[in-house]
């Protein structure tokens, strides 16, 4: 049975980075059926809107969207991309993977990285809710939700207990906001009570941004409001080499849409330099998603292989190649 994905290829280097990730899905044999839906800083200009609705269309019909990184126009009242669509498809669950792979250089060489990082995607202060009650000063509201702050837990723990996972730690400030991340805390810890095999700890979000660059190698599942979520998972990604080989997904009830989450890099746009392993890894999450375990295995397999090797590496993770050669390399390992 073949698969149906929407291809957001997005800017700058998003055009790059997703063609290797179309390749290295296309090299595993899985039948993936894609359906361009071009989105741009300058398509979102010319249609005054964020999302147009060709590309909801789209992500409607085939429910799964691989997407590079695409431009939100500065100073136009436009909403983030990733925002919008997290919002327009109830996308509620970031999952974000922060694993070491081999070879990169980091100042944990002797220590293993492996957490999965879940942040509610929906409320918080994202939602957007600002008031300029007298000029200059200004309110933003934080809104926390029980059905929202029940779905990310549940969402983590399921995750958790499919994937043989040892403890999940919810991230809060519940000592300061005791209604907002008090009601977060209430929900992880009812929703903990179900999966009693699961170890179930809480730290503070500052002590916890501490205890990750001391010792990341403690870590396992985090669990995170929107807000947290948004820089943990960043500061996370810091310690195994950068958001240029971190991938990333955004689940709903019907939709998924898999990203990196990097900048669209116009910098070096049509200069093949981008590293495109984050989509690549961003890819393995969908190939997952779609039932693909031994394709997903494979593109994972093949680009540790590489990394592993050294040789084929881009200048962001300190080799020379370029990104037409690293997907090569990829593609070299997983055709044996």
Request: with cysteine.
């Amino acid at each position: 049975m073949p698969h149906y994905c929407t291809l957001i290829p997005g800017d700058g280097i998003g055009p790059e980075v997703a063609q290797a990730a179309v390749r290295a899905v296309e090299a595993t044999g899985v039948d993936i059926r894609w359906r361009r839906a071009e989105l741009n800083e300058a398509i979102i200009l010319e249609a005054g809107k964020t999302l147009p609705q060709y590309l909801l269309d789209s992500l409607n019909e085939t429910r799964v969207g691989l997407k590079g990184p695409v431009t939100t126009p500065v100073a136009g009242g436009f909403q983030s991309v990733n925002v919008a669509l997290r919002k327009a498809l109830d996308l509620f669950a970031n999952v974000r993977p922060v694993k070491t792979l081999p070879g990169i250089k980091t100042r944990f060489e002797d220590v293993e990285i492996d957490i999965v990082i879940f942040r509610e995607n929906t409320e918080d202060l994202y939602s957007g809710l600002e008031h300029e009650i007298v000029r200059d000063v200004v309110t933003s509201l934080k809104v926390i939700t029980r059905t929202a702050s029940e779905r990310i837990a549940r969402y983590a723990f399921e995750y958790a207990q499919k994937n043989q996972r040892r403890q999940v730690i919810a991230i809060h400030k519940a000592n300061i906001m005791k209604l907002a991340d008090g009601l977060f805390l209430r929900c992880c810890r009812e929703v903990a009570k179900q999966y009693s095999e699961i170890q179930y700890k809480e730290l503070i979000v500052d002590n916890a941004a501490m205890q990750l660059v001391i010792r990341p190698e403690t870590f396992d599942i985090l669990l995170l409001p929107n807000l947290y979520g948004d820089i943990v998972s960043d500061l996370a990604a810091g310690l195994v080499g950068g958001l240029g080989i971190v991938p990333g997904a955004n689940m709903g009830e019907t939709h998924a849409v898999f990203e990196a989450v990097h900048g669209s890099a116009p910098d070096i746009a049509g200069q093949g330099k981008a590293n495109p392993t984050a989509l690549m890894l961003s890819s393995v999450m969908m190939l997952t998603h779609l039932g693909e375990q031994a394709a997903a295995h494979e593109l994972q397999s093949a680009v540790e292989a590489v990394y592993r090797e050294g040789k084929s590496l881009t200048g962001d993770v300190g080799g020379t190649a370029s990104t037409e050669e690293f997907t090569d390399a990829v593609l070299k390992e997983i055709k044996g």
